[in-house]
């Protein structure tokens, strides 16, 4: 519908809201579009349920959706940069700094998956592999779920292999180190697994972007 109109969809996400997906988006309109058609169009598609919306004239920033919410939970925006330099500062200044970030990033990676849990019902493997949405869509980078098992995954102690490459992660935005640096997200990988799997499974990062390797 939006490219029909000639429409700039500048940049959008889905959320929780209540029982039912919510999307959020920013779009430029052209001076000709009839907003009230336009809208009248939304709401006629098959998966639509209602449309919210509010126009602005000159206007590049979205803030009509405050609180920010993320996956049903309040969220805030900042540069990648900023992260990876409080993080620095963190690694600096701290002992022990390594297992503090990396415990952090598992209490974050255990609530993303009973969040997921809660909002679709499919087997480990394939949450597993939502790892490969999650992760983009909150701009951390782009990743990739190689997981193999012998085919009953979960308690019971079987085996299993499982890899995780992330590529662009933003913890190594502008940094160059001659050690891995993403110990937030193997923490978060960590927490996310071994809730998914049910036992304890430990992250460790081989390879990182931060020391020149093409991936994490």
């Not at 160059?176 to 997200?185: A, D, F, M």
Request: aromatic share 12%.
């Amino acid at each position: 519908v939006l490219v029909s109109h000639d429409v700039n969809q500048r940049f959008g996400y889905f959320t929780a809201f209540d029982k039912n997906g919510k999307y959020v988006s920013l779009v430029e309109l052209p001076p000709n579009v009839d907003v009230v058609e336009l809208v009248n169009e939304l709401k006629e598609v098959d998966d639509v349920l209602d449309v919210e919306y509010e126009v602005r004239e000159g206007f590049c920033f979205q803030n009509n959706e405050f609180p920010l919410y993320i996956l049903g939970e309040r969220a805030v925006i900042f540069r990648a940069e900023m992260i990876s330099e409080l993080f620095g500062m963190i690694s600096a200044t701290f002992p022990q700094a390594e297992g503090f970030m990396n415990l952090c990033g598992m209490k974050s990676g255990v609530r993303v998956a009973q969040i997921v849990e809660g909002m679709i019902e499919v087997e480990p493997g394939k949450r597993l592999k939502l790892l490969e949405e999650i992760v983009p869509f909150v701009g951390w980078g782009r990743c990739e779920v190689v997981f193999e098992s012998n085919g009953s995954e979960g308690k019971g102690g079987e085996s299993f292999s499982l890899a995780i490459i992330t590529r662009d992660s933003f913890l190594t935005s502008c940094i160059e180190s001659h050690h891995p640096v993403c110990v937030y997200l193997g923490g978060f990988y960590t927490g996310y697994v071994s809730y998914v799997l049910g036992r304890r499974v430990y992250a460790r990062e081989t390879m990182c972007m931060a020391k020149g390797d093409p991936y994490c």
